[in-house]
């Protein structure tokens, strides 16, 4: 498989355009339950049900559920990309990232996803491939932002705030599901203080981009 590219052996089986209304409603459909009940929720029957459409268009616009999951996939991490390149464009790129991290819709999607790769190795490549790409355009950025800072954080490499600020925000979101609180608002305050040591306090275009890697549902 080449990431972002064509999983498995063409078929002759007829296959619905992609940018079909009814591909999307489908998208959508096994999007929402995987946040909503795991990925073990989504069979082609569940789908079709929260779409309102038969079963067989499932298999009439992606061959396999691999071919779904991976769309599903595809397309939420091309526009949490799209988010990503325009929040650390801003005077902010720290507190941009901290808050593009920490959304926890997007970190919910993430770990669903990383969870079902464990059993679908194109989805695991298709994961990694995605996932270099951020942290790349996170690391270039962030190296710049604290290069400006370098009085302050100057021993802190670019690619431990990229980590960091994604170890938390998966962490957090694992333990709030299983009723785990503890440290949680600690760490948070603690993180955002040493934000705004180098940024000063967020400005308001900055709470945005929470906003819009939710509705993206984040990063891989």
């Known amino acids: 498989m080449t990431p972002g590219g064509e999983v498995g052996m063409k078929s002759s089986r007829r296959i619905g355009a992609p940018d079909a209304k009814n591909r999307v409603v489908l998208l959508d459909a096994a999007e929402q339950l995987l946040l909503e009940e795991g990925y073990a929720a989504v069979t082609s029957r569940r789908v079709a049900d929260r779409a309102h459409l038969k079963p067989q268009l499932v298999h009439y ?7 779904l999951f991976l769309a599903v996939f595809r397309r939420r991490a091309e526009e ?11 005077p902010q790129p720290l507190w941009a990232l901290w808050r593009f991290s920490t959304a ?3 970190t919910r999607l993430t770990m669903e ?3 079902l790769a464990n059993h679908r190795k194109a989805l695991r490549a298709e994961i990694v491939y995605y996932a270099e790409r951020f942290r790349q355009a ?12 370098r009085a302050v954080a100057g021993e802190v490499p670019p ?8 170890a938390v925000s998966q962490a957090i979101v694992m333990e709030k599901a299983l009723g785990i609180d503890t440290g949680h608002a600690e760490t948070f305050a ?4 040493w934000l705004r040591r180098l940024e000063g306090d967020p400005l308001p275009e900055v709470a945005a981009f929470a906003e819009e890697a939710a509705a993206s549902h984040g990063s891989p």
């Open 190 to 193: 603690f993180c955002e203080e």
């Open 113 to 115: 996803f990383m969870g």
């Open 80 to 90: 949490g990309l799209a988010v990503l390149t325009t929040a650390l464009q801003s």
């Open 159 to 166: 690619v431990v705030w990229t980590i960091f600020a994604t």
């Open 61 to 67: 616009y992606f061959r396999t559920m691999e071919d």
């Open 104 to 106: 926890p819709e997007a």
């Open 138 to 149: 996170q690391n270039q950025a962030i190296a710049e932002a604290l290069d400006r800072h």
